[in-house]
């Protein structure tokens, strides 16, 4: 989410599209899990914005408190992500030329989105999405590389 929002343009708002060429039967949303006070609970979960330009991000919150953003399935940015008593999520880029920023958490949808508006206003519509460990999209992206390799050879 932090490059699907840093990706935002300022007062513009982005959706996520239900049915998107992108998503898979691995992009199948997980159940939304919830605090004793019905927030949601980020840990462990991947959530889906769609692009102004089409692109899809994803961002990946691991139990550690880091994330992992991928744009179009190839990562992009990582760093460390806190979900704050006043339902504020903020993002705190690794990358030195990145800045990060606190998001307020919208309420939970029918329809499994909620929006996240950031502290200079950008708004955008997210969907949670199969979260895959960082383990395991380490081992997928070298699956991926070694099938590239065979097939350049």
Request: glycine share 8%; hydrophobic share 35%; aromatic share 8%.
């Given at each position: 989410?932090?490059?699907?929002?840093?990706?935002c343009?300022?007062?513009?708002?982005?959706?996520?599209?239900?049915?998107?060429?992108?998503?898979?039967?691995?992009?199948?949303?997980?159940?939304?899990?919830?605090?004793?006070?019905?927030?949601?609970?980020?840990s462990?979960?991947?959530?889906?914005?769609?692009?102004?330009d089409?692109a899809?991000?994803?961002?990946?919150?691991?139990?550690?408190?880091?994330?992992r953003?991928?744009?179009?399935g190839?990562?992009?940015?990582?760093?460390?992500?806190?979900?704050?008593?006043?339902?504020?999520?903020?993002?705190f880029?690794?990358?030195?030329?990145?800045?990060?920023?606190?998001?307020?958490?919208?309420?939970?949808?029918?329809?499994g989105?909620?929006?996240?508006?950031?502290?200079q206003?950008?708004?955008?519509?997210?969907?949670?999405?199969?979260?895959?460990?960082?383990?395991?999209?380490?081992?997928?992206?070298?699956?991926?590389?070694?099938?590239?390799?065979?097939?350049?050879?």
């Amino acid at each position: 989410m932090a490059a699907a929002l840093s990706a935002c343009s300022a007062g513009k708002t982005e959706q996520s599209s239900g049915d998107t060429e992108a998503s898979s039967d691995a992009d199948a949303a997980q159940p939304i899990e919830t605090d004793s006070r019905g927030d949601v609970t980020f840990s462990e979960s991947a959530w889906l914005s769609i692009g102004n330009d089409g692109a899809v991000y994803t961002t990946f919150f691991d139990a550690d408190g880091s994330y992992r953003d991928h744009r179009n399935g190839i990562a992009l940015q990582n760093g460390t992500w806190r979900k704050l008593e006043d339902a504020r999520l903020c993002f705190f880029p690794e990358q030195q030329n990145r800045t990060g920023d606190c998001w307020s958490i919208g309420a939970l949808e029918d329809n499994g989105t909620m929006r996240l508006t950031s502290s200079q206003g950008r708004d955008i519509e997210v969907r949670q999405v199969a979260y895959l460990a960082a383990e395991s999209a380490d081992a997928e992206a070298g699956s991926s590389e070694k099938a590239a390799a065979a097939d350049a050879s």
